[in-house]
């Protein structure tokens, strides 16, 4: 943690900083509209830079004022929309920050997102509950599903120059059956870090995000905590998604002319010395994460995003620690893992989105981890060629019908991409991983996979869903090692030449979901869910169909779908 305090100190200490605000929470609603916005108005050149996320509330605040104000013809839904916007980014918004029709008790519900709220010239102050009580039934399960989630989140600013934002959560589960396989597996639940057990075989855990942000230019902010990140346009990234824990990071975002640049400097953590879990250390095995990554407008309706991280290990608590060479923030980190002497995980790429004509956007990744030019040229399938890529569309308002947007994805990545080397016993500390959950693609690798999603809001207060995911992938079988599981040592390969897609233990994953949503109040939804997961495999143990239908009421918080 020594970097972070360090920069914190040299860049805060001393400075003037500018106007600092904090961000929408990552897979929050206003995100899916803010890019369809984008996609409307036809031009990628905006306050916000769409593929990286989570989104700057006062930005996000702009475009939307941007969108309203533009000469584009508007539905109803459209201003119900645009609304719900400005009342979740408040102060930012340039609104009545009390747009409540009636404060409840005076001083509750001053405005229509948030429960407690101080607005003053030199202190911004905004609390809200969050909870999520969902049930239902799966065929896997005899006893009914149920999620119990209870919140409270804090932000706001200080003298309009420092930003801050804390969550923190209690959450108790009974998961469906292959939840229950992953936690079994890897002994976590994605998006938790240490999960206990709960009765009647569920699993509790705790949640704890917050950060500081501040800005010592006007083009320069700092982003210094615990949270999420993820890079890309689509419902999955190649290059860092939201599907992994929480971590602590620094994050500098540089924005000026058409480029936004930013750096990320993260502590990463292996929970456990084995991949079985039997072996675990205290403290936890560190790692650490660094990465540049340079969005560029190069016309009004082409961004291209140009991406390399490196990861690197502690020598299992043996005193390197976070290794100085990586913090220049422009260098070529290939260039200085040479002068290292190649001991750590490289990894580039590239992102790119398009806006070719009224409606619709096209965008793709490519990830690159190693390759040989020869042997790509000469189709050999060796192992040392590790690169994924992906491929999609969005397309909003579908055949005139307002509102009915879809979206169509491909991702693909060969074997062995994202794994590493051990740096002992049989646990490869520099995967590209944290708290034993993929940084990118939950099915690590070796995979291809479809998505669908058709999204509908035909009322004000309605929304409709559905998701469908198709993936082929190469699993193992024990003992073995064909490139999908991201944690194995990479020089346990099964063979140097003919690696293909989908080798090993062929398996085929569906995952159906079908929603409907209702907006009760500000934020306040009632939810059905219905949920269908079939898993094919070579191996008849491993074969299961689970059917799950359910309601849930939740509060401030997102919905929670299968996507793995």
């Given at each position: 943690?020594?970097?972070?305090?360090?920069?914190?100190v040299?860049?805060?200490?001393?400075?003037?900083?500018?106007?600092?605000?904090?961000?929408?929470?990552?897979?929050?609603?206003?995100?899916?509209?803010?890019?369809?916005?984008?996609?409307?108005?036809?031009?990628?050149?905006?306050?916000?830079?769409?593929?990286?996320r989570?989104?700057n509330?006062?930005?996000?605040?702009?475009m939307?004022?941007?969108?309203?104000n533009?000469?584009l013809?508007?539905?109803h839904?459209?201003?119900?929309?645009?609304?719900?916007?400005?009342?979740e980014?408040?102060?930012?918004?340039?609104?009545n920050?009390e747009?409540?029709?009636?404060?409840?008790?005076?001083?509750?519900?001053?405005?229509?997102?948030?429960?407690?709220?101080?607005?003053?010239?030199?202190?911004?102050?905004?609390?809200n509950?969050?909870?999520l009580l969902?049930a239902?039934?799966?065929?896997?399960?005899?006893?009914?599903?149920?999620?119990?989630?209870?919140?409270?989140?804090?932000?706001?600013?200080?003298?309009?120059?420092?930003?801050?934002?804390?969550?923190?959560?209690?959450?108790?589960?009974r998961i469906?059956?292959?939840?229950?396989?992953?936690?079994?597996?890897?002994?976590?639940?994605?998006?938790?870090?240490?999960?206990?057990?709960?009765?009647?075989?569920g699993?509790?855990?705790?949640?704890?995000?917050g950060?500081?942000?501040?800005?010592?230019?006007?083009?320069?902010?700092?982003?210094?905590?615990?949270?999420?990140?993820?890079?890309?346009?689509g419902?999955?990234?190649?290059?860092?998604?939201?599907?992994?824990?929480?971590?602590?990071?620094?994050?500098i975002?540089?924005?000026?002319?058409?480029?936004?640049?930013?750096?990320?400097?993260?502590?990463?953590?292996?929970?456990?010395?084995?991949?079985?879990?039997?072996?675990?250390?205290?403290?936890?095995?560190?790692?650490?994460?660094?990465?540049?990554?340079?969005?560029?407008?190069l016309?009004?309706?082409?961004?291209?995003?140009?991406?390399?991280?490196?990861?690197?290990?502690?020598?299992?608590?043996?005193?390197?620690?976070?290794?100085?060479?990586?913090?220049?923030?422009?260098?070529?980190y290939?260039?200085?893992?040479?002068?290292?002497?190649?001991?750590?995980?490289?990894?580039?790429?590239?992102?790119?989105?398009?806006?070719?004509?009224?409606?619709?956007?096209?965008?793709?990744?490519?990830?690159?981890?190693?390759?040989?030019?020869?042997?790509?040229?000469?189709?050999?399938?060796h192992?040392?060629?590790?690169?994924?890529?992906?491929?999609?569309?969005?397309?909003?308002?579908?055949?005139?019908?307002?509102?009915?947007?879809?979206?169509?994805?491909?991702?693909?990545?060969?074997?062995?991409s994202?794994?590493?080397?051990?740096v002992?016993?049989d646990?490869?500390?520099?995967?590209?991983?944290?708290?034993?959950?993929?940084?990118?693609?939950p099915?690590g690798?070796?995979?291809?996979?479809f998505?669908?999603?058709?999204?509908?809001?035909?009322?004000?207060?309605?929304?409709?869903?559905?998701?469908?995911?198709?993936?082929?992938?190469?699993?193992?079988?024990?003992?073995?090692?064909?490139?999908?599981?991201?944690?194995?040592?990479?020089?346990?390969?099964?063979?140097?030449?003919?690696?293909?897609?989908?080798?090993?233990?062929?398996?085929?994953?569906?995952?159906?979901?079908?929603?409907?949503?209702?907006?009760?109040?500000?934020?306040?939804?009632?939810?059905?869910?219905?949920?269908?997961?079939?898993?094919?495999?070579?191996?008849p143990?491993?074969?299961?169909?689970?059917?799950?239908?359910?309601?849930?009421?939740?509060?401030?918080?997102?919905?929670?779908?299968?996507?793995?």
């Open positions: 943690m020594r970097y972070f305090l360090l920069s914190f040299l860049f805060f200490v001393g400075n003037i900083l500018f106007a600092q605000h904090t961000f929408v929470p990552l897979d929050a609603d206003a995100e899916r509209l803010i890019q369809r916005y984008e996609i409307r108005t036809g031009t990628s050149r905006n306050s916000l830079f769409t593929d990286i989570p989104y509330r006062a930005n996000l605040a702009e939307t004022r941007l969108f309203r533009s000469s013809q508007k539905s839904i459209d201003d119900f929309n645009v609304d719900y916007l400005l009342s980014n408040i102060p930012w918004s340039e609104i920050p747009d409540s029709k009636k404060a409840i008790f005076g001083n509750f519900y001053k405005s229509k997102a948030n429960l407690y709220q101080v607005n003053e010239p030199g202190f911004n102050l905004f609390i509950p969050g909870f969902e239902g039934k799966s065929d896997l399960n005899e006893k009914p599903l149920y999620t119990n989630t209870r919140a409270i989140e804090i932000r706001g600013d200080i003298g309009n120059k420092v930003g801050f934002y804390t969550f923190i959560s209690e959450n108790q589960m469906a059956d292959h939840e229950r396989q992953f936690v079994n597996s890897w002994k976590t639940y994605p998006g938790a870090h240490l999960i206990k057990s709960f009765k009647d075989g699993i509790d855990f705790f949640q704890a995000r950060y500081i942000t501040f800005s010592p230019l006007k083009e320069i902010s700092f982003q210094f905590g615990q949270d999420r990140n993820f890079i890309g346009n419902m999955r990234s190649l290059l860092l998604s939201g599907f992994a824990t929480d971590y602590p990071f620094l994050k975002n540089t924005k000026i002319w058409r480029l936004n640049y930013m750096n990320l400097f993260a502590k990463l953590t292996d929970r456990y010395g084995s991949i079985t879990g039997t072996n675990i250390t205290r403290p936890h095995p560190v790692k650490y994460l660094a990465m540049h990554y340079l969005s560029i407008d016309f009004d309706k082409l961004n291209v995003g140009l991406f390399e991280s490196v990861t690197f290990h502690d020598n299992n608590g043996n005193g390197r620690g976070f290794d100085f060479s990586y913090l220049n923030p422009i260098i070529f290939r260039s200085v893992e040479h002068q290292l002497g190649d001991p750590d995980k490289m990894m580039v790429g590239l992102n790119m989105s398009y806006l070719p004509v009224k409606n619709l956007q096209l965008y793709g990744q490519f990830m690159l981890n190693e390759f040989r030019i020869n042997d790509l040229l000469d189709n050999n399938g192992n040392a060629n590790k690169f994924g890529y992906q491929a999609g569309a969005k397309y909003i308002d579908v055949a005139g019908i307002t509102n009915l947007d879809l979206q169509v994805e491909y991702n693909r990545v060969r074997p062995y994202y794994a590493h080397y051990a002992s016993g646990y490869a500390v520099n995967s590209y991983s944290h708290f034993n959950q993929p940084l990118a693609h099915l690798a070796n995979f291809s996979e998505a669908l999603r058709l999204d509908s809001q035909p009322l004000k207060k309605l929304r409709i869903g559905l998701v469908l995911i198709n993936a082929n992938y190469g699993a193992d079988s024990s003992g073995s090692n064909w490139g999908g599981n991201i944690f194995l040592d990479y020089r346990t390969i099964e063979q140097e030449l003919g690696n293909f897609v989908g080798q090993g233990v062929k398996t085929n994953l569906l995952i159906t979901e079908a929603w409907a949503s209702y907006q009760l109040l500000h934020n306040l939804f009632v939810d059905i869910d219905f949920r269908y997961r079939d898993l094919k495999s070579d191996l143990k491993r074969k299961s169909k689970n059917l799950y239908f359910g309601s849930a009421l939740r509060l401030n918080l997102t919905r929670k779908s299968w996507n793995y």
